[in-house]
């Protein structure tokens, strides 16, 4: 495992969890100078591009559908990167996976341009 994604769990909707994605050893350079990516994919469907942020944290995007709900943040001297969800829904129900880009911009929704990824972690929001 290259990241180490966690902080999932059950949660009722209207509830927060916050997810960290963690590198250690040889990982934690690229992590630290890299842009950060979270997807998550639901059963039956496809993997969704979810939030970015780039090395610094000067930029981040998140698609419309969580908006105004997630933030995502990192601590490089933890060498850790966060994503904070507030208002949870039961659409947001999937696996959560953190992947490291291949620069220290944000990289979007291709995974192509990640080069490391978290195991992912499960988000279950109960109606």
């Known amino acids: 495992v290259q990241l180490q994604a966690s902080g999932g769990g059950l949660v009722q909707a209207g509830g927060s969890l916050r997810l960290s994605c963690a590198a250690s050893?040889?990982?934690?350079?690229?992590?630290?100078?890299?842009?950060v990516g979270w997807f998550r994919q639901a059963p039956g469907k496809e993997r969704e591009f979810v939030s970015g942020?780039?090395?610094?944290?000067?930029?981040?995007y998140y698609t419309d559908s969580v908006k105004g709900r997630f933030t995502i943040s990192r601590d490089n001297t933890k060498n850790t990167v966060y994503l904070q969800m507030n208002s949870l829904k039961p659409e947001d129900t999937a696996v959560y996976y953190c992947?490291?880009?291949?620069?220290?911009?944000?990289?979007?929704?291709?995974?192509?341009?990640?080069?490391?990824w978290g195991q992912g972690t499960q988000v279950t929001v109960s109606s």
């Open positions: 050893g040889r990982y934690v350079r690229t992590l630290t100078n890299n842009g």
């Open positions: 942020i780039s090395w610094n944290g000067g930029s981040t």
């Open positions: 992947a490291a880009c291949r620069s220290s911009a944000m990289c979007g929704g291709n995974s192509q341009n990640y080069r490391y």
